[in-house]
């Protein structure tokens, strides 16, 4: 069965950084669009970013644009999220998504597949 699997969460002071990873299996994972998503208590799951499937294509959300950096790497079946420059306000679960298809979406209900989560908490 498919499985995502992330790692990396933890607690920052803000200003600082953080490296999610998301391990895949059980699907092919260079055929699918990879996301991250997070989503903060009481509020609703939101599009953070995403890739395409060869990597060289992109897409951030407006609040992450110029912190956050997505990338993936076929051969390890892995993708990641670089955080960097963390706000308080970026403190929520983080998701790692799979899609299939060519392009990526922000909607989350576009994604196939979904890991556990990772909880990233980012003290002011």
């Known amino acids: 069965q498919v499985q995502l699997v992330e790692s990396g969460g933890g607690l920052v002071q803000a200003g600082g950084s953080l490296r999610l990873s998301c391990a895949a299996s059980?699907?092919?994972?260079?055929?699918?669009?990879m996301g991250w998503f997070r989503q903060a208590p009481g509020k609703a799951r939101e599009f953070v970013a995403a890739?395409?499937?060869?990597?060289?294509?992109?897409h951030y959300a407006d609040s992450v644009k110029g912190r956050f950096t997505i990338s993936r790497d076929n051969a390890k079946n892995t993708v990641y999220l670089q955080m960097n420059s963390l706000k308080p306000e970026d403190t929520a679960v983080y998701y790692c998504a799979a899609k299939s298809g060519i392009y990526y979406r922000v909607e989350f209900e576009a994604y196939d597949y979904w890991g556990q989560g990772t909880q990233v908490t980012v003290s002011s």
């Open positions: 890739i395409r499937r060869s990597g060289g294509s992109t």
């Open positions: 059980g699907l092919t994972f260079s055929s699918y669009v």
